[in-house]
């Protein structure tokens, strides 16, 4: 099955302690983005992948990192979680190259993360 | 980044009734997505638009993309208890960057 996959689905942790959320497609897709949920403001993003070792920030990527080693991975590190970060994440994948339609994404079912 | 302003924020409605949603901004989009996100659940994609205009169907859902480019509409005819969900819109500026911009999302509840 074509699949957004994400781990943990849920995280309680505290303030400072380093984390990593897993994000794995088994899509083949290029493109893989980090968003953020929070109530009233939608999704945000946070960091982008158009490529492997190609990664940029989105609108909201302070006190987050990525990496993109293999073309179906795409972690979500947090170096020193604090409690604004508490939110619930998403992972999204997408077949899509720079000047073609885009195709939308597909979303993994997300992690909710709590820092106290 | 741009806005996109979803509307209205929430709804609370009769099994059966019509639904509509939409979306504006200031900026012209080339594409228009429509999701659906189920509690639990991540988005899931619903309607795609590419062209000024376009009216697309997927079963009692109809979609639109307005004329100007700067906004969308959905529609939901006859709904049923499982439409319950948070509906986003999605706008795309350009096919070579990353501008995908969601709207905040619309909450239907469906009262049997």
């Known amino acids: 099955e074509a699949q957004v996959t994400q781990n943990p689905r849920y995280l309680i942790t505290v303030t400072g302690k380093k984390l990593t959320v897993t994000c794995s497609q088994n899509?083949?897709?290029?493109?893989m983005s980090w968003y953020r949920q929070d109530p009233g403001l939608g999704l945000r993003q946070i960091y982008y992948?158009?490529?492997?070792?190609?990664?940029d920030k989105g609108d909201v990527p302070e006190g987050y990192k990525v990496s993109r080693k293999e073309k179906r991975n795409f972690p979500l590190i947090l170096e020193s979680p604090s409690p604004n970060q508490t939110s619930l994440y998403f992972c999204?994948?997408?077949?899509?190259?720079?000047?073609?339609?885009?195709?939308?994404?597909?979303f993994g079912s997300g992690t909710r993360l709590t820092v106290v | 980044g741009q806005q996109l302003n979803q509307s209205p924020q929430s709804m609370f409605i009769q099994e059966g009734e019509d639904v509509s949603m939409n979306c504006t901004s200031s900026?012209?989009?080339?594409?228009w997505l429509w999701y659906k996100q189920e509690p639990g659940e991540g988005p899931v994609l619903l309607i795609a638009?590419?062209?000024?205009?376009e009216l697309t169907s997927n079963g009692r859902l109809t979609a639109q993309f307005g004329i100007t480019r700067k906004d969308s509409f959905l529609n939901i005819s006859a709904s049923i208890p499982s439409d319950v969900g948070i509906y986003f819109c999605?706008?795309?500026?350009?096919?070579?960057?990353?501008?995908?911009?969601f709207g905040a999302g619309t909450r239907l509840t469906v009262k049997p």
């Open positions: 900026s012209i989009f080339n594409t």
């Open positions: 638009l590419y062209k000024a205009g």
């Open positions: 999204a994948s997408s077949l899509r190259r720079p000047q073609t339609i885009n195709y939308g994404y597909t």
């Open positions: 999605a706008g795309q500026l350009g096919y070579n960057n990353n501008d995908m911009r």
């Open positions: 899509m083949n897709h290029e493109y």
């Open positions: 992948s158009m490529n492997v070792e190609v990664t």
